[in-house]
């Protein structure tokens, strides 16, 4: 008995789902700000392939999967960026000394 490859694929991605989360929530508050630089590291080049993928194609026609997949994915990268910088941002604000007030 065979098993559909994309059964199988769908199944790697839900375990990845669960993977990430308990990953994820289990770091410590102290290395969340090294974490978040990674993070927006891949995401850096994530969002290169994002673009070539939205500008690739020689037809003429901008709505194939490859383009509308391309455009959504430049757009996700490019808010989880943002985000993450300011996360790590609010992060490193945290460990500041407070100035006195007289």
Do not use: C, Q
């Amino acid at each position: 008995m065979e098993i559909d490859p994309f059964i199988f694929r769908l199944s790697i991605f839900i375990l990845s789902i669960f993977i990430g989360y308990y990953v994820v929530w289990s770091v410590t508050p102290s290395l969340h700000t090294p974490l978040m630089s990674v993070t927006n590291a891949i995401s850096s080049v994530i969002i290169v392939g994002a673009i070539i993928a939205a500008l690739a194609g020689g037809s003429g026609n901008i709505f194939d999967t490859a383009n509308v997949f391309g455009y959504l994915a430049t757009i996700l990268a490019a808010v989880n960026i943002f985000g993450g910088f300011l996360v790590t941002h609010r992060m490193l604000a945290m460990y500041k000394k407070k100035k006195d007030k007289k």
